[in-house]
């Protein structure tokens, strides 16, 4: 982050100082007092199960100059706000905004923004591999790693900017109408990209309308002038090319032939990786560039993250062929989405547990059925789809039925919560032990030790708050298959 003084961050954050106003922040921001350093602002936030208050004197002590803080703390220097998260966002907007200004001399960074109800993560992981030869190297980009896309996470990865950014790629969550827009303020997007619109949150949404109309809060944030890249395969998504504002250019991505960015010929080998012919039509031109792309990523859907991390890229001056053999390049990056480990007792893990809704349930096992393909056994480990209100027991029942219908052969369903996936598999075939329910984490690793056996492929597939991230590192760990049979 760029330095700041005490009475800087007072300014920003509209609070109220009690420390030397000279005292001057040279560190990270940090909302964990572990990760406390010389020079580091510490943002004491309030939670459900412990107080960031409690651990200032900690963070102080390891180093850090400065505390955000919603009351006085004796003898620490603290900065004084109503709501610390909100002032958060405050100062990670003021310190984008001195760096785009330009007034330090620095380079202006170009900010990227992704959201959407699946691909996010991915996206900017592709973005990040995309970008970081044009920006002259690491240090000049800032991709955060995992999901930093909240009101916490996203302020967070902003104030890592300095004035050698020269990208800001960021992703942008929701589970609430205005999230977007919130997240926009803080940092408007020279580049705005909506992926996809879905049912995840939907509980919390209400509609699928609802989700949409947030989806869309991107469209209307980005900076005067700025690009707009969305999917031509989504109706809803591209229908909000109308909330642009004027001057705003929106380029659209696709296997559609109306796309300025399209995927053509797409195959999928029997790895479940996907190549396609990159075709492009830029703006006012007739002539089209193609390239071929052969991607590393694990799944058929990645195509359409693939499509538009390129019409990102190729807005921001990278070409067509370069563009084409980075994303060939390309490899995951964030755990548990579609992680393949191949075990050296034969057995191929799939761990994509990070998140879940029906339409990533739906591709995930499309994927374990075409990687596994006729001479494989295939394992799909599935716990619950957190979020989706009064739709959760058809979403789920729904999920059990395609199982069936891809003839996964065996069909693992973990927790309470995600019963209903069992349901629907036993109703839609005559299933006898092909689904099994188990009512833990523990209950589901010890049967797939002692009944994974070389050549099965297993995919393992929740929402995170299901917990099937500990499965699936589990399952990902390399063992031999004489361990496998202790």
């Known amino acids: 982050m760029i330095e700041l003084t005490a009475a ?80 958060l966002g405050e100062l990670a907007r003021y310190v984008l905004a001195t760096v785009r200004s330009g007034s330090d001399g620095g380079v202006v960074p170009q900010v990227v923004a992704v959201t ?57 969550g929701a589970d609430r109408v205005g999230n977007i827009a919130y997240l926009t303020r803080i940092a408007p997007p ?101 390239a071929d792309v052969a991607l590393q990523l694990v799944g058929a859907h990645h195509v359409s993250n693939a499509l538009a991390a390129a019409t990102v890229a190729l807005r921001l001056g990278v070409t067509v062929p370069d563009v084409a053999k980075r994303l060939s390049e390309a490899t995951a990056l964030s755990p548990h989405r579609m992680a393949v480990t191949e075990r050296p007792d034969g057995v191929t893990v799939i761990d994509d547990a990070y998140n879940a809704n029906p339409d990533s349930m739906k591709a995930a096992l499309r994927t374990l059925a075409v990687v596994s393909g006729r001479t494989r056994r295939s394992v799909a480990v599935l716990g619950e789809m957190l979020e989706l209100g009064d739709g959760a027991r058809a979403a789920h029942d729904e999920i059990g039925r395609l199982v069936v219908r891809l003839n996964i052969k065996q069909l693992i369903v973990v927790g309470e919560g995600a019963y209903h996936i069992h349901e629907g598999a036993m109703q839609e075939g005559s299933w006898g032990s092909e689904s099994i329910f188990v009512p833990d984490i523990a209950a589901a690793r010890s049967m797939l030790d002692e009944s994974l056996e070389p050549g099965d492929v297993v995919l393992v597939k929740s929402s995170l708050g299901a917990g099937l991230t500990e499965l699936g590192d589990h399952l990902s760990i390399a063992r031999t298959t004489e361990d496998n049979n202790k």
């Open 8 to 87: 800087q961050v007072a300014a920003a954050t509209g609070g109220r100082l009690h420390a030397d106003p000279d005292v001057t922040v040279t560190g990270a921001v940090i909302v964990d007092s572990r990760d406390a350093g010389p020079g580091a602002l510490f943002v004491a936030l309030p939670g459900e199960r412990v107080d960031g208050h409690d651990f200032a004197a900690t963070a102080v002590a390891a180093g850090a100059a400065l505390v955000l803080a919603s009351r006085e703390l004796d003898g620490l220097p603290t900065v004084v706000v109503d709501d610390p998260q909100a002032a």
């Open 116 to 172: 959407g109800s699946v691909g996010k993560t991915t996206t900017k992981d592709l973005l990040g591999q995309l970008l970081t030869p044009a920006a002259g190297g690491e240090d000049a980009i800032i991709v955060p790693k995992g999901s930093f896309n909240n009101e916490i996470g996203l302020p967070l990865t902003v104030l890592r900017v300095t004035a050698a950014t020269r990208y800001l790629v960021l992703e942008m």
């Open 190 to 290: 020279d580049v705005g990209v909506v992926l996809a619109v879905g049912v995840a949150h939907v509980g919390h949404f209400g509609s699928v309308e609802a989700i949409a109309q947030t989806k869309g809060e991107m469209v209307e944030g980005v900076v005067e002038g700025g690009s707009v890249v969305l999917n031509a395969d989504d109706l809803r998504v591209v229908a909000m090319a109308n909330r642009a504002a004027p001057g705003t250019t929106v380029q659209t991505f696709g296997t559609i032939p109306s796309a300025d960015v399209r995927a053509e010929d797409v195959t999928v080998d029997p790895m479940g990786r996907a190549s396609f012919t990159l075709r492009v039509t830029r703006a006012g031109e007739t002539d089209e560039q193609r």
